[in-house]
């Protein structure tokens, strides 16, 4: 890693800190009609707004909201994911003058309506798969998600994927990503890398991220862990997608001992509830308690 992109070891987005020990909640809002997990609930604007205004009562920090399903589906034009989260985001941005708000995209195009419109944060969840999405992260100074998913197109499904070594492979992609935003001018204080369970992975790899997310934010970097009801978990436990808050938890509660900073999740209050837990286990609460 060159001195120019070290990181901070802050995050900073919209004038907030999260420091090292300091865990913050990303609310998952899906403009979508067809999500894996809540099957088009808030698709519709004032769906969507209800769901947000409950997440930021319900102690969420950023709110990510996404206008194409991760996986296999319906295509999505750009012009159409534009239509289905831009306003959306207006709106917030008005609504919560305070709150952080998190583009969940791939296509600079997206992103830099999405910038305009007040989005902080650009949440790649396809490892830059369009290369001038850093651009506009640099351009509009907001923050960006550099993610690992295995050389994978996006919205495509791995299939016999192999590593010699998951970890290592995810460092070495997510600390490049970052180095490479940084020298296109993207703040180093707005970075945050994401292994991206199951993008690009099996179940195997994906507990093994899990298991060892220690190494990954030794990097520095602030790590944003996406566990939240994912396919790892359901064949980890045998459970559909509407059972596994528990297993969310507990690989939350592992993630965020083993240094995770930013958690995207589906529900607010059992992951706050869940990470104060793990805060205070490891003395860092000592100030509100």
């Not at 979508?32 to 930021?56: E, I, M, N």
């Not at 994911?81 to 969940?104: C, K």
């Not at 001018?185 to 970075?191: F, K, P």
């Not at 939350?252 to 589906?266: I, K, M, N, P």
């Amino acid at each position: 890693m060159s001195e120019r992109a070290a990181p901070s070891g802050v995050l900073r987005l919209r004038g907030r800190e999260f420091a090292p020990g300091r865990h913050a909640v990303m609310a998952v809002i899906n403009r979508t009609p067809d999500s894996f997990y809540d099957r088009g609930a808030t698709f519709a604007f004032d769906a969507a707004l209800r769901a947000a205004d409950t997440a930021v009562q319900r102690g969420a920090d950023i709110i990510d909201v996404g206008g194409v399903k991760a996986g296999y589906g319906e295509h999505v034009t750009a012009e159409e994911e534009i239509h289905r989260i831009v306003p959306f985001i207006a709106e917030l941005r008005g609504r919560y003058p305070g709150i952080v708000i998190s583009a969940d995209t791939w296509r600079s195009q997206v992103a830099r309506s999405c910038a305009a419109a007040g989005a902080d944060l650009v949440n790649d969840t396809w490892a830059g798969a369009d290369p001038d999405l850093a651009r506009v992260a640099a351009e509009f100074g907001v923050g960006l998600v550099c993610s690992h998913s295995g050389g994978l197109a996006p919205r495509t499904d791995p299939h016999r994927v192999a590593y010699g070594d998951v970890v290592a492979d995810v460092i070495g992609t997510v600390t490049r990503l970052a180095d490479r935003a940084v020298e296109l001018g993207v703040r180093a204080d707005g970075i945050v890398i994401d292994p991206t369970h199951d993008f690009g992975k099996n179940t195997f790899h994906s507990l093994e991220l899990t298991r060892r997310l220690g190494e990954q934010a030794a990097t520095g970097w602030p790590v944003l862990v996406a566990v939240s009801n994912k396919d790892f978990i359901g064949e980890t436990l045998n459970a559909p997608v509407t059972d596994r808050l528990a297993g969310t938890l507990a690989a939350l509660a592992v993630s965020a001992w083993e240094g995770a900073r930013v958690f995207r999740v589906h529900d607010v209050a059992a992951a706050r509830a869940a990470l104060d837990a793990v805060a205070t286990l490891a003395g860092n609460r000592g100030e509100a308690l």
